[in-house]
């Protein structure tokens, strides 16, 4: 069973930092791309960024400069590395991956960026 395990989300101050954590299991995680999506309130869910099985990575234009992803295959993790927070980065951020037969989703982790 495939589980994708999200944590370090919080209340931050605007200029803040996070750093969050997506623990997989289930899967062999080097043979993964890995993405990070988040959810904020009365929007669709929204491509942040993604790392490759090889460590290439891609963000949505808006994080860029802001936003690091990495991995981690020896623990099975992929992170994001939030800086210079906005509150328009107030969101559920989700830990995404598939396969050829489905795709997975963690249950998400709250990210608040509020003075």
């Known amino acids: 069973q495939v589980q994708l395990v999200e944590s370090g989300g919080g209340l931050v101050q605007p200029g803040g930092s996070l750093r969050l954590s997506c623990v997989a299991s289930g899967i062999i995680f080097s043979a993964y791309n890995m993405k990070w999506y988040r959810q904020a309130p009365g929007k669709q869910r929204e491509l942040v960024a993604g790392?490759?099985?090889?460590?290439?990575?891609n963000y949505a234009d808006s994080e860029e400069g802001r936003f690091t992803v990495s991995r981690d295959n020896t623990k099975n993790t992929v992170y994001l590395q939030m800086n210079n927070l906005r509150p328009e980065d107030t969101a559920v951020y989700y830990c995404?991956?598939?396969?050829?037969?489905?795709?997975?989703w963690g249950q998400g982790t709250q990210v608040t960026v509020s003075s």
């Open positions: 790392i490759s099985i090889g460590g290439r990575t």
């Open positions: 995404n991956t598939q396969d050829s037969w489905e795709t997975y």
